[in-house]
């Protein structure tokens, strides 16, 4: 389901009950991760997509690295969402290559980071 089509009051107590059964379901808890976002609840999809991510799912890697390229529920770090990218590309997710490579092409690389916030 597209992250637009996900209808948070609906998707986000579904999910919550599902991970209280599969506590240690990394495809469990990226869904809900998906729900909190599109709740706007960006530091609750954040915990979410963290466990995903050290359970190995590189789809919650991806949207991890949205969240810290955007900042949404962490303060804005384009290296810490460079490496999430990269990580998640190395797993074959096409997002994230797509995303890492956009990254590139903007120039919204680490490197060029503070350049910037230059106002």
């Known amino acids: 389901m597209p992250p637009n089509a996900i209808d948070a009051t ?3 107590p579904a999910c919550e009950v599902a991970a209280k059964v599969a506590t240690e379901d990394r495809r469990i808890l990226f869904q809900l ?3 909190y976002y ?7 999809a954040h915990e979410q997509y963290e466990r995903a991510d050290a359970l190995g799912s590189p789809l ?3 949207n991890l690295g949205v969240l810290y390229e955007n900042g949404r529920g962490v303060p804005a770090d384009l290296a810490k969402a460079q490496q999430l ?12 290559m797509s995303n890492l490579g956009w990254m590139y092409e903007s120039g919204r ?7 910037l ?3």
């Open 10 to 12: 609906v998707a986000v």
């Open 38 to 44: 599109a709740a706007n609840d960006f530091a609750k």
């Open 60 to 62: 919650a890697t991806t």
């Open 85 to 96: 990218y990269g990580k998640a590309a190395a797993a074959r997710v096409a997002i994230a």
């Open 117 to 119: 916030q230059s106002p």
């Open 109 to 115: 690389t680490a490197s060029n980071f503070w350049a």
């Open 33 to 35: 991760g998906r729900a």
